[in-house]
């Protein structure tokens, strides 16, 4: 039997989509190998898998879009695999341009771009048809669950407790891989999940006090951006938005690491032009992308909890005026 490489998302939608993926084309018992994946390394994670793939295998990309740093090489790892015989396929419902699916498609892979659902409905709609399965009925719930959460709609009972389990780099790939294997095998929800949730409410309790002492807002009359500094473990880049969107009343809310790594979140504004202007990509209301932190901002922000916040909140809201989301000076 050929090997299928899964490459997605470290959040709930890219485990959900992996899970979808393993049931659809029949692989819970094995016969699989999933690597997990920002869109800024992307094209090393292809990379990893490119030796070691052979003609007849299977790769499939999920919950990742093009990301300006990463997507050229990227795209000449895929060719480099198509060229050999590896089947590749990247399912994915952010926003693509037409430059660059047909840049993807050229190197030979299989795309499915779905603007309307989460990337796990976008692998339950799309996947099937094209290995002559069907979607069942776990699946289809399986996709409710996810997308609930993923796009911001929190109408299912399950969403944000999965949502909070896989939440950061407090839960890593083993944890991932424990959780992927249950959904794949049918199981949202079980007492060792529950176990884990009610630690994970515990130090996100903990993890919001040490937020608050970082939130720096930059504001004029035509826009108001928040940034709020996250460290390792809870509260999830979601949550931490969400709060900055309500607390703060802010249009954009920037989560920003000590590696420079940014995510932003609105109710309102098109973030997605602001990330890629910053060089990252995603979808209207929920973008990422990575910005150089220089030295003496780091250094000031080991005394002042606000430092890094400061820093990452001009530079998004100057984005953002740039490409018009936001107006006036600040």
Not at 155 to 175: A, P, Q, V
Request: with cysteine; proline share 3%.
């Amino acid at each position: 039997m050929n090997h299928l490489y899964i490459v997605t998302h470290t959040d709930l939608d890219g485990v959900g989509a992996a899970a979808a993926v393993i049931r659809i084309l029949d692989r819970v018992n094995g016969g699989y190998t999933t690597i997990y994946a920002e869109p800024y390394n992307v094209h090393e994670k292809l990379e990893s898998i490119a030796d070691h793939a052979e003609k007849g295998d299977l790769v499939v990309v999920t919950d990742l879009g093009p990301n300006r740093n990463s997507f050229k090489q990227a795209v000449e790892t895929v060719e480099n695999m198509t060229r050999r015989g590896v089947r590749v396929e990247w399912i994915d419902h952010h926003i693509w341009s037409g430059e660059d699916l047909q840049a993807l498609e050229a190197a030979g892979a299989r795309v499915w771009v779905d603007r309307n659902t989460c990337a796990t409905g976008a692998v339950v709609r799309h996947l099937p048809r094209s290995h002559g399965t069907l979607a069942d009925d776990y699946l289809l719930e399986l996709e409710r669950v996810v997308c609930s959460a993923d796009l911001w709609r929190w109408d299912h009972h399950l969403s944000t407790r999965l949502f909070r389990i896989l939440g950061g780099e407090y839960n890593g790939d083993e944890w991932r891989d424990k959780v992927l294997d249950k959904l794949a095998r049918g199981i949202l929800w079980d007492g060792e999940l529950e176990e884990r949730l009610q630690d994970y409410v515990t130090r996100e309790l903990q993890g919001f006090n040490r937020v608050q002492a970082t939130v720096y807002t930059v504001a004029s009359r035509g826009c108001r951006v928040s940034a709020a500094t996250k460290g390792r473990g809870p509260p999830a880049n979601s949550l931490i938005g969400a709060m900055l969107l309500a607390r703060y009343q802010a249009d954009i809310a920037v989560i920003v690491r000590g590696n420079g790594g940014i995510s932003l979140r609105s109710r309102g504004v098109n973030v997605q032009p602001v990330a890629t202007k910053l060089g990252g990509g995603g979808h209207p209301y929920a973008s990422g992308a990575r910005i150089p932190i220089p030295f003496h901002v780091r250094l000031a922000s080991r005394i002042y909890p606000k430092a890094l916040s400061w820093y990452a909140a001009r530079i998004v809201y100057k984005a953002a005026v740039d490409v018009g989301v936001c107006g006036g000076s600040a």
